[in-house]
C-alpha cells in the first residue's frame, strides 16, 4: 500500500522467566520515519464507534496499540487496505493523503499515536467526496 505500512519494533523478553513480561523500545531518531511533535491516545471507546473518517494534507503518523486490539481501514488513491493492531510492539506507519477509519474496538484498548506536527485542524480533511478530489488534483484521475 502507498504511503503507509507496518513498522515492527523490538519486543524484549525473558527465556528463562516467562512471568517477566516484554519490553518495547522504540528509538524516534531510528525507528520513526519522521520527526516526533506530539503524541495522544484514544482510549474507553466504545465497540460500536467509529473515528477517523478524515484523511490529513500534510500529517505523518505512527499508531500502536498498546492495550486492545482495533481495525484501521486506510484508503489512498492507489487501494485500500484493513490493519488490525493487536500487538503493542508493532506500528502503523500513516502518511498524508490517507483517508483512515477506526473500528472494532475492544473493551479497555488504548491506541497510542505519534505525530509528526502540532495539532492543526487546517490539516484535516473530514469530508470523503474532498478527500477524492484534492487526491485526484495530486495524483490524476484513476
Ligand atoms: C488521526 C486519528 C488516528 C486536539 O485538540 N488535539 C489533538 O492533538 C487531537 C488529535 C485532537 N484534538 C481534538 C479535536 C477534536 O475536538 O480532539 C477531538 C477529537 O479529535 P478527532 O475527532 O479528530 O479524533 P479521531 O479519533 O477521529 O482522530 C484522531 C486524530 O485527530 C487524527 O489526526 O489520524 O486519531
Given amino acids: ?85 493487536n500487538d503493542s510492539s508493532e506500528g502503523l506507519y500513516v502518511g498524508p493523503d490517507n483517508w483512515r477509519e477506526m473500528y472494532n474496538f475492544k473493551e479497555g484498548t488504548v491506541l497510542l499515536v505519534l505525530a509528526s506536527e502540532k495539532y492543526d485542524e487546517d490539516d484535516y480533511i473530514r469530508d470523503f467526496d474532498t478527500f477524492l478530489e484534492f487526491n485526484e488534483k495530486k495524483y490524476g484521475r484513476k
Fill in 1 to 85: 500500500m502507498y504511503n503507509c505500512g507496518l513498522l515492527k519494533f523490538r519486543k524484549i523478553t525473558s527465556n528463562s522467566n516467562k512471568e517477566f513480561g516484554a519490553l518495547t523500545p522504540i528509538e524516534f531518531l531510528n525507528e520513526i520515519p519522521f520527526d516526533v511533535k506530539r503524541l495522544y491516545y484514544i482510549y474507553d471507546v466504545n465497540s460500536e464507534q467509529i473515528r477517523g473518517q478524515h484523511s490529513h494534507k500534510k500529517l505523518h503518523q505512527v499508531l500502536i496499540c498498546l492495550n486492545g486490539s482495533v481495525d484501521v481501514k486506510l484508503i489512498n488513491h492507489f487501494g485500500e487496505k484493513v490493519y488490525t493492531l
